[in-house]
């Protein structure tokens, strides 16, 4: 089981961690990622670190200002959102794979999803 939080109504600029804790799998031997759907659109890639914590990925378009990290201690992962826009307002989906970091084939455990709304 994924249970992403953390997500909820933050005006533009403004900064918000999601977490997403596992249960029920060795969290520490699986790749995690972050994905995000926004109304009308595909579910993206957004962030993934791998199960050591060492490489990581982010999409173009939240590069330098998002922040992926992982606790395997608390079976953990975070997303860490700063100068958020508008137009990352989506429902945020943390998932687990066991190799490619930005494949979304790859992943096959997925969390619930927790909304984010960027105000302008």
């Known amino acids: 089981h994924l249970q992403a939080s953390g997500g909820g109504l933050v005006q533009a600029g403004g900064s918000l961690r999601l977490s997403c804790v596992a249960s029920?799998?060795?969290?520490?031997?699986?790749?995690m990622g972050w994905f995000r759907q926004a109304p009308g659109k595909e579910r993206e890639f957004v962030a993934a670190?791998?199960?050591?914590?060492?490489?990581?990925a982010y999409a173009d378009s939240v590069k330098g200002r998002f922040a992926i990290s992982r606790d395997n201690a608390k079976n953990t992962v975070y997303l860490h959102m700063n100068s958020l826009k508008p137009e990352d307002t989506a429902v945020y989906y943390c998932?687990?794979?066991?190799?490619?970091?930005?494949?979304?084939?790859?992943?096959?455990?997925w969390g619930q999803g927790t909304q984010l709304t960027v105000s302008s």
């Open positions: 998932a687990a794979g066991r190799s490619s970091l930005r494949d979304i084939s790859s992943y096959d455990w």
């Open positions: 029920g799998r060795t969290f520490s031997s699986y790749v």
């Open positions: 670190i791998s199960w050591s914590g060492g490489p990581t």
